[in-house]
């Protein structure tokens, strides 16, 4: 930004009340000039501040909106589900290597996969490392220009220990570079904060033990003994991928010996920890009907 100071200079008559006239005058000058070059200095120091305010770059969540996919069949410790997001913009040029970061709430994670419709501007995947801060790269964006951006989240079993009153939410970060006219390059960033809360979304699954074919058995010599135990998945509308099963209190290091372990008639692997004579097996997808 450019400016003028104007300085004035007051000329008088060789005299001796002149002299003094010029000297009063002269202060009186150096007065107004400090005043009109403060003046200018505040006048630039505002239209510099205005001129370098970033634009905002037009962020929307899609949920609900016909024909994209949207975040409502998330099952805790199930099948991820996807969140689409609209991107517009509204910068009046064109960006480069913008970086999208998406601010997942605790009970969410990211699950690995997403997509997006305009293949004129490519988005790669960036930072992975932390499940809830994943940031992916925009190549390019040109001025007014809209993108549609979808990613996989998936509802972790963290959820269970969270308070019933947890609110999920989803927010976005749009880090770009803005070429200002008058200051040049500037960094910037229009931030997304999620007004949907997902909870209401979110299906939790629900394990019930509803048979136990032999809960007391008697064992007088070394010929095998089983029982079948039943686990049933209740909750409304909710889907499971995977869940833990423990048998408790069996000692298995010097009294007996588990020889079998079968889900849904297929061996399953399992653990054993004496210190606290608990058996642990982790039911995948693949033992699940």
């Known amino acids: 930004m450019l400016f003028r100071v104007i300085w004035e200079i007051a000329i008088c008559p060789q005299s001796i009340i002149a002299m003094l006239n010029f000297t009063h005058q002269t202060n009186q000058t150096r007065k107004s000039s400090a005043s009109k070059l403060l003046l200018v200095l505040f006048i630039f120091a505002f239209t510099s501040q205005m001129s370098a ?4 770059i037009f962020i929307d969540d899609l949920n609900g909106v016909p024909g994209y996919p949207t975040l409502n069949d998330a099952s805790v410790c199930g099948e991820p589900d996807t969140l689409t997001y ?44 932390d499940p809830n801060a994943p940031s992916f790269v925009m190549t390019n964006f040109s001025a007014d220009s809209v993108q549609i951006f979808t990613v996989g989240v998936v509802a972790v079993c963290d959820v269970y220990e969270l308070p019933s009153t947890a609110v999920f939410e989803f ?16 960094s910037c960033t ?25 809960r007391n058995i008697t064992i007088t010599n070394n010929a095998r003994r089983c029982t079948n135990v039943t686990v049933s998945q209740n909750g409304i509308g909710a889907s499971l991928t995977d869940f833990k099963f423990e048998i408790q209190g069996i ?11 079968r889900v849904n008639g297929t061996n399953a692997p399992w653990t054993y920890d004496p210190a606290t004579m608990t058996v642990t097996a982790d039911v995948t997808s693949g033992f699940l009907p």
């Open 171 to 186: 927010d976005m970060n749009f880090n770009y570079i803005y070429n200002d006219p008058a200051l040049g390059l500037l």
């Open 86 to 129: 609209y991107l517009l913009n509204t910068s009046g040029q064109e960006l480069l290597n913008s970086q999208i970061e998406l601010e997942i709430p605790q009970g969410f994670a990211y699950a690995g996969f997403y997509d997006y419709y305009d293949p004129a501007y490519v988005i790669n995947q960036g930072s992975t490392s």
């Open 251 to 261: 000692d298995l290091t010097t009294n007996y010996i588990l020889d079998r372990f």
């Open 53 to 56: 305010q970033c634009p905002t």
């Open 190 to 214: 229009t931030t997304s904060n999620g007004d949907i809360n997902y909870s209401p979304f979110l299906k939790r699954p629900t394990l019930n033990i509803i048979g136990n074919s032999a």
